[in-house]
């Protein structure tokens, strides 16, 4: 069994930076993580997902070149780095946990979410 919570979310204005942090209370390194996302009225999102040695990361292309998805296995943490956020970026962000080998975009690949944490970007 996995938990997770997430940290980091806040109002932010359009261009700047947050990093998003992700702690687990179990230990983490041979899972696949994933971040999503969920802008009211919308179906949560695929972000980024890092496989379980950090060595193969995916991104949805409205973040590629923005965002960085990253673990510290040894810390049972996982981050987002997001850079020149915009308002589309506002949303409820989720981490993830899942046992596939190789990273998915999929919810159904994940086990194990947090309970999301809310980042607002204004324009």
């Known amino acids: 069994q996995v938990q997770l919570v997430e940290s980091g979310g806040e109002l932010v204005q359009a261009g700047g930076s947050l990093r998003l942090s992700c702690a687990a209370s179990?230990?983490?390194?041979?899972?696949?993580m994933g971040w999503f996302r969920q802008a009211p009225g919308k179906e949560r999102e695929f972000v980024a997902a890092i496989n379980w040695s950090g060595g193969s990361t995916l991104y949805a292309d409205s973040v590629k070149g923005r965002f960085t998805i990253s673990r510290d296995n040894a810390k049972n943490t996982v981050y987002l780095q997001m850079n020149s956020l915009k308002p589309e970026d506002t949303a409820v962000y989720y981490c993830?946990?899942?046992?596939?080998?190789?990273?998915?975009?999929?919810?159904?690949?994940?086990?194990?979410w947090g309970q999301g944490t809310q980042v607002t970007v204004s324009s």
């Open positions: 179990g230990r983490i390194s041979s899972y696949l």
């Open positions: 993830a946990a899942g046992r596939a080998p190789v990273v998915i975009r999929t919810t159904r690949g994940y086990d194990y």
